[in-house]
């Protein structure tokens, strides 16, 4: 296991350096930061030359990747245009959005495993059409629909939230942000529990278990469920990073000033700093769910031995 974790770790390295050159390639050279700072009107020649020399944009882009990448390694993600540290904008934004990304996983784990799990037991009987009918209508609807409708009925109707959280996002005013954010995925992982769960129904080793007159809820928990969560686990993981990257169209619905609204901010203003930054937290955060997905594999099929 120990190899196994330490190659995988070595492995991160060039995808990390990959994605993160592409992300500053395609920020830096696709958009204009200079014209970000000067607002609607264009900068003088001799302001625009200013800011180039001030912020590092007078050198290749090449040299502007290495010096952005030194400065990550000692914690340094360098100042927005507004002055304000990219760090300090951090470590307002992230802890918003991992509480609304663990509410939001919360929903797809409980909710979406549960429905999983009763659809498959009860495949083809009116329980399981109805929860597959309801899934598909909720991966039809954009978010932002879904969003804007739970806003207006349990806020601006019946009074049950407030229509926007506060600045300090407590876990109760997330829960039905969280909700929306996890609509879809908590869909997804309900069609995909259900599927495994009634494809391993008919494995041999199910059929040996309820032969050997083992109770029906250790059949289910202990042998069945174990085993078709494998998907399920690979989808919750490499969800967390989306849920994080893209949960935009949320928090600017309910007015959420998490990650979201700061990469919407840094995009609107070409903030590249504040974009570059947010985002190359988000790879690693992709790839530390990654290994830990790969490491509860063995965790729930013993049949899985990591050299």
């Known amino acids: 296991m120990g190899r196994y974790v330490v190659r995988r770790l070595l492995q991160m390295i060039p995808v990390f350096i990959g994605a993160t050159l592409l992300i500053f390639l395609m920020v830096n050279v696709m958009g204009d930061p200079i014209a970000g700072l000067c607002g609607d009107r264009q900068c003088d020649p001799a302001t625009a030359a200013q800011l180039e020399k001030e912020f590092g944009l007078d050198k290749p882009v090449w040299q502007q990747y290495l010096t952005y990448m ?28 991992i509480r609304l990304t663990i509410v939001a996983i919360l929903f797809e784990i409980v909710i979406g495993i549960t429905l999983g799990v009763i659809t498959g037991l009860h495949r083809g009987r009116p329980v399981d059409t ?31 939230i407030k229509p926007s959280v506060s600045t300090e996002a407590t876990f109760g005013e997330l829960i039905v942000p969280g909700l929306v954010l996890a609509s879809v995925s908590l869909a997804y992982v309900t069609r995909l529990t259900r599927t495994s769960i009634a494809e391993n129904k008919r494995s041999d080793y199910v059929r040996t278990a309820v032969a050997k007159g083992l109770p029906r809820r250790r059949v289910i928990t202990r042998h069945l469920l174990r085993n078709s969560l494998i998907p399920v686990v690979t989808f919750i993981g490499t969800d967390i990073g989306a849920l994080m990257g ?46 830990l997905v790969d490491l509860l594999y063995a965790v729930l099929d013993p049949r899985i031995r990591y050299a």
Do not use: K
């Open 70 to 97: 030194g400065n990550v390694f000692t914690g340094d993600f360098g100042t927005a245009f507004n002055g304000q540290e990219v760090t300090e904008l951090m470590a307002t934004a992230f802890p918003v959005t």
């Open 130 to 160: 109805g929860v597959l009918l309801v899934t598909l209508v909720v991966i039809s609807v954009p978010t932002f629909v879904t969003g804007l409708l739970l806003q207006l009925l349990l806020g601006v109707e019946w009074g049950w």
């Open 246 to 291: 893209g949960a935009i169209v949320t928090e600017r619905i309910f007015n959420i000033h998490g990650v979201g609204y700061q990469l919407y901010q840094g995009i609107l203003r070409q903030n590249t700093q504040t974009v570059v930054g947010f985002v190359t937290v988000l790879v690693l955060v992709f790839l530390v769910a990654n290994l």
